[in-house]
C-alpha cells in the first residue's frame, strides 16, 4: 500500500489575475522585500502570507495584529480576485525555467501518513518558525503554501503518465510567466476516473519526501494535532494538508554555497597551509564550479582554487558523504572554528541560483573573506538520508523554480 493524495475544493485566482495573486513563499524574502514586490498590487498573495506588510513599519511581524490582518486580506482577497471551486479536484502543476520543466500534481496528503514515516523529511525545523506559521493558519483556518514533495518515478511511473495525457488534451487554466523568467500552468482534474486513476497510481508509490517546506510540513501536522485534542473524524479537511508532488526524474538541486567573514586569525599563507592536511590545492585562472563530488571551489584575495578531499567518506555514509558535511568537517570546523553553522555568525549561505559571482562579489567587496562553491547534492543522496531517518546538515539544497503561493489554496 503506497500514498494517499486526496482531490479538494480550491480557492483559487480568477484566470485573468492569477499572475497578480501568486507570489513566492513568504520565507524567501524579508518583510521589506516583500513590501516592495507588493507595491502597486493589491491582490498580490503577499498580503495573505506576510500580512505586516500592510500594518505600519515598525509592527512586530509575530504580533496578534499580524495574523488578524492575514485571515482579513485572504477574506478580502477571496471576494475580490478568487473563486472556490464547487467540487473536489487535482490540480497538475508546471513549472518551465532554469532550463528545466517539472510537473507535479497537487493535492492533498495525510497527515497520519507522515506520522507513520510515510512522507520523509530531511531537515530540522526551528520552533519560532513553526509558530509563527501555526498562528498564521490559525487565524486564516487554512494551508496557504503547498509543501513541495517529490516520489521516485522509477517506482511508479503511473502518476506522471496520466499527467501527461490529461495536459495533453486539455487547455491550461492558468498559463503565465513571473518576473523571473519562470512560466507557471496549471490544469483543473475535475474528471472522477482520472481522479481515481490518479489516486489508484499514488497507492503504488511508496513513499513521499519533503524536497522544500519542511516548516509549512510541520506546521500541517501540529495544526491537525490540536484541532484532533477534542476529537474528530480522521477524515476531516484538517487531517490532509496542500502539497504539489513532483516525480524525481524531473527535479535538479541546485547547489547552496557558503561564505565566512574571516580565516580565524590565520593569515593567506598559513590559511592555505592548513588545508593541505585534508585537500589537494591547486590555483584555478576561472571560477570553480564543482562538476562532481569531493571537489569544491574557493575563492580568496581575488585568486580561485580548486580544492579536492584527500580519502573522501564512503558513499554508505549517507551524511558524512554529502559535500557539505565534507567541507564542514575537514575544513569549517578544524580550519576556520565554525563548529556550529547553524548558530555561528561568521557563516552565510548562498543559494546557487545567484551564481559564483555572487560569492566574488561578497569576497571582494570586503564583507567576506573566503567563499566556497560546492557540487550541489543530488535526488539519490536526498532519498538515501530521509530513508536512513537522518537529517542533513543546513542548507544543504536549493531548489529552482520556486512553486508560487496563492495559486491554490486549502480551506479546513
Same mark, same amino acid.
Given at each position: 500500500?503506497?500514498?494517499?493524495?486526496?482531490?479538494?475544493?480550491?480557492?483559487?485566482?480568477?484566470?485573468?489575475?492569477?499572475?497578480?495573486?501568486?507570489?513566492?513563499? #513568504?520565507?524567501?524574502m524579508n518583510t521589506?522585500?516583500?513590501?516592495?514586490?507588493?507595491?502597486?498590487?493589491?491582490?498580490?498573495?503577499?498580503?495573505?502570507?506576510?500580512?505586516?506588510?500592510?500594518?505600519?513599519?515598525?509592527?512586530?511581524? #509575530?504580533?496578534?495584529?499580524?495574523?488578524?490582518?492575514?485571515?482579513?486580506?485572504?477574506?478580502?482577497?477571496?471576494?475580490?480576485?478568487? %473563486?472556490?471551486?464547487?467540487?473536489?479536484?487535482?490540480?497538475?502543476?508546471?513549472?518551465?525555467?532554469?532550463?528545466?520543466?517539472?510537473? /507535479?500534481?497537487?493535492?492533498?496528503?495525510?497527515?497520519?501518513?507522515?506520522?507513520?514515516?510515510?512522507?520523509?523529511?530531511?531537515?530540522?525545523?526551528?520552533?519560532?518558525?513553526?509558530?509563527?506559521?501555526?498562528?498564521?493558519?490559525?487565524?486564516?483556518?487554512?494551508?496557504?503554501?503547498?509543501?513541495?514533495?517529490?516520489?521516485?518515478?522509477?517506482?511508479?511511473?503511473?502518476?506522471?503518465?496520466?499527467?501527461?495525457?490529461?495536459?495533453?488534451?486539455?487547455?491550461?487554466?492558468?498559463?503565465?510567466?513571473?518576473?523571473?523568467?519562470?512560466?507557471?500552468?496549471?490544469?483543473?482534474?475535475?474528471?472522477?476516473?482520472?481522479?481515481?486513476?490518479?489516486?489508484?497510481?499514488?497507492?503504488?508509490?511508496?513513499?513521499?519526501?519533503?524536497?522544500?517546506?519542511?516548516?509549512?510540513?510541520?506546521?500541517?501536522?501540529?495544526?491537525?494535532?490540536?484541532?484532533?485534542?477534542?476529537g474528530g473524524s480522521?477524515?476531516?479537511?484538517?487531517?490532509? #494538508?496542500?502539497?504539489?508532488?513532483?516525480?524525481?526524474?524531473?527535479?535538479?538541486?541546485?547547489?547552496?554555497?557558503?561564505?565566512?567573514?574571516?580565516?580565524?586569525?590565520?593569515? %593567506?599563507?598559513?590559511?592555505?597551509?592548513?588545508?593541505?592536511?585534508?585537500? /589537494?590545492?591547486?590555483?584555478?585562472?576561472?571560477?570553480?564550479?564543482?562538476?562532481?563530488?569531493?571537489?569544491?571551489?574557493? #575563492?580568496?584575495?581575488?585568486?580561485?582554487?580548486?580544492?579536492?578531499?584527500?580519502?573522501?567518506?564512503?558513499?554508505?555514509?549517507?551524511?558524512?558523504?554529502?559535500?557539505?558535511?565534507?567541507?564542514?568537517?575537514?575544513?569549517?570546523?578544524?580550519?576556520?572554528?565554525?563548529?556550529?553553522?547553524?548558530?555561528?555568525?561568521?557563516?552565510?549561505?548562498?543559494?546557487?541560483?545567484?551564481?559564483?559571482?555572487?560569492?566574488?562579489?561578497?569576497?571582494?567587496?570586503?564583507?567576506?573573506?573566503?567563499?566556497?562553491?560546492?557540487?550541489?547534492?543530488t535526488m539519490a543522496?536526498?532519498?538515501?538520508?530521509?530513508?536512513?531517518?537522518?537529517?542533513?546538515?543546513?542548507?544543504?539544497?536549493?531548489?529552482?523554480?520556486?512553486?508560487?503561493? /496563492?495559486?491554490?489554496?486549502?480551506?479546513?
Amino acid at each position: 500500500m503506497g500514498v494517499t493524495v486526496r482531490p479538494f475544493r480550491a480557492v483559487r485566482p480568477k484566470p485573468e489575475l492569477a499572475d497578480k495573486v501568486a507570489a513566492l513563499p #513568504y520565507d524567501v524574502m524579508n518583510t521589506e522585500e516583500a513590501r516592495e514586490m507588493a507595491a502597486g498590487n493589491a491582490f498580490s498573495f503577499l498580503r495573505t502570507d506576510k500580512a505586516e506588510i500592510d500594518l505600519p513599519p515598525d509592527t512586530d511581524p #509575530y504580533a496578534p495584529e499580524v495574523y488578524q490582518k492575514a485571515a482579513e486580506n485572504l477574506k478580502k482577497l477571496t471576494a475580490d480576485a478568487m %473563486l472556490r471551486d464547487a467540487q473536489p479536484n487535482f490540480y497538475i502543476y508546471r513549472l518551465t525555467g532554469y532550463g528545466q520543466e517539472q510537473t /507535479g500534481l497537487a493535492a492533498c496528503v495525510s497527515v497520519d501518513e507522515y506520522n507513520r514515516g510515510l512522507i520523509k523529511r530531511h531537515e530540522f525545523t526551528r520552533p519560532d518558525k513553526e509558530q509563527d506559521r501555526i498562528n498564521h493558519v490559525m487565524a486564516t483556518k487554512a494551508h496557504t503554501g503547498p509543501i513541495f514533495l517529490a516520489y521516485r518515478n522509477d517506482a511508479c511511473a503511473e502518476p506522471a503518465e496520466i499527467m501527461a495525457a490529461w495536459v495533453a488534451k486539455h487547455a491550461a487554466t492558468y498559463d503565465f510567466t513571473a518576473d523571473d523568467g519562470v512560466r507557471h500552468q496549471m490544469w483543473v482534474v475535475d474528471d472522477t476516473s482520472t481522479q481515481n486513476a490518479l489516486a489508484g497510481a499514488f497507492k503504488k508509490v511508496p513513499k513521499l519526501y519533503i524536497a522544500d517546506g519542511h516548516h509549512r510540513n510541520a506546521t500541517a501536522v501540529k495544526v491537525a494535532r490540536k484541532l484532533n485534542e477534542n476529537g474528530g473524524s480522521p477524515d476531516a479537511e484538517h487531517n490532509f #494538508y496542500l502539497a504539489v508532488i513532483f516525480p524525481d526524474s524531473e527535479l535538479a538541486i541546485l547547489d547552496y554555497n557558503r561564505v565566512v567573514r574571516d580565516l580565524n586569525g590565520l593569515s %593567506l599563507s598559513e590559511f592555505l597551509k592548513a588545508l593541505e592536511t585534508d585537500w /589537494g590545492v591547486e590555483k584555478s585562472a576561472a571560477a570553480v564550479k564543482p562538476d562532481r563530488k569531493h571537489v569544491t571551489g574557493m #575563492y580568496v584575495s581575488g585568486q580561485w582554487f580548486k580544492l579536492t578531499a584527500k580519502n573522501p567518506p564512503a558513499s554508505s555514509d549517507e551524511i558524512g558523504s554529502l559535500d557539505c558535511s565534507v567541507l564542514q568537517d575537514r575544513l569549517l570546523s578544524p580550519v576556520l572554528g565554525i563548529a556550529d553553522p547553524r548558530a555561528d555568525k561568521r557563516i552565510d549561505f548562498v543559494g546557487g541560483i545567484r551564481g559564483l559571482s555572487e560569492l566574488e562579489k561578497r569576497v571582494n567587496s570586503g564583507e567576506m573573506a573566503v567563499a566556497f562553491s560546492l557540487h550541489p547534492t543530488t535526488m539519490a543522496e536526498l532519498f538515501a538520508v530521509a530513508d536512513a531517518d537522518q537529517i542533513m546538515p543546513p542548507k544543504s539544497t536549493w531548489f529552482e523554480p520556486k512553486l508560487r503561493s /496563492g495559486l491554490l489554496v486549502h480551506e479546513f
